[in-house]
């Protein structure tokens, strides 16, 4: 399937904001910090934030985040954003940790003797569990809106010689096998809000594919058969896919099989409806985060300071935007030396 593709340019950066807002004020916000904001005595990294706003994830190898966690390996934390309160609810991520848009789930991959295991994380409970993952090794998770749906990769053999991806239903304990692929190459999926739609990659031949559970089907490559393409986001309403081809951004729309193209960019994550764009510039002598409104092409900074992000990055309407930055001037008092994660308040 061919799609058709559009280009638009990168429209002018506005200032970026300074200082230190809470909650919803425009502004930026170090959320990494203990309930009574000291700062941490560890790295922070990752970062994914909910539909609304409301609550992050991370992972951290802080020890002072909450009282009595001395043991200084990586945990994986929830905020509550309105309140301030902090839950440590996992430990031992291999990867950033991801977050349903509800905000009640996170989850994360870790080590399991020689293998690897998906865990689920509750805010309730503030604690996880290991999912019912019938292979070696399953990583890479997504996760759909309420947390019920999780897509992930599933590695075969020991050696590994193929891998699947999976969708689970872990309220009903069912799974769907959406794929297969006699090699190991990097196969990463994302799942929408609804659990109806699953982007994926065939990551040795370039490929990425939408598939539909309402209708059963599988389309694709979306890309095009001429181009090798890799997986970034599906938007949580599963009306877009963003994906990476050379050194420009795509933009899928699922409806109209068509592509919006971002050019000279590296797209980073995408908002919930579809509408904003989470991209690095391929030009690194600028700012190092922006967020594209993609149907005006205005940008806005999201950090003119060294930074990274991952999906699951953005709010709903391009509000917030959550970072990982080492720079110890993006707002006031920031001594720790360490890797924080930031939140960015657009409006």
Known sequence: ????????????????????????????????????????DGDSTGGAITTDGSRVVFSSSATNLLPGNTSGGESVYLRDQPSGQLKRVGTTPIQAPVISGDGEYAAYWVTLFRDTKVKLAQWTAGSAIGLNCDALNCSQPSLSGDGRYVANVATIGRPSTSQRIDVWDWNANTKQELAWFDHTAPSRPSISGDGRFVAYQDGKAGNVFLWDRDHGSISGPIEGPATEASIVQISEDGSKVVYLSGSDTYVYDVSSGTAQQVPNVKGLAIDPGGDHLLYAPQDTTGPSLILQDLSTGTDEVVSSQPASAGVDAVSAG??????????????????NGKSDVFVRHLY
Do not use: H, K, N, W
């Open 1 to 40: 399937m061919v799609c058709a593709v559009t280009t638009v340019l990168p429209g002018a950066a506005s200032a970026e904001s300074g200082g230190v807002a809470r909650d919803s004020a425009v502004g930026v916000e170090r959320v990494s910090v203990a309930g009574d904001g000291t700062q941490s």
């Open 318 to 335: 391009g509000r917030d935007v959550v970072f990982r930055s080492t720079a110890d001037d993006i707002v006031p008092g920031d001594t």
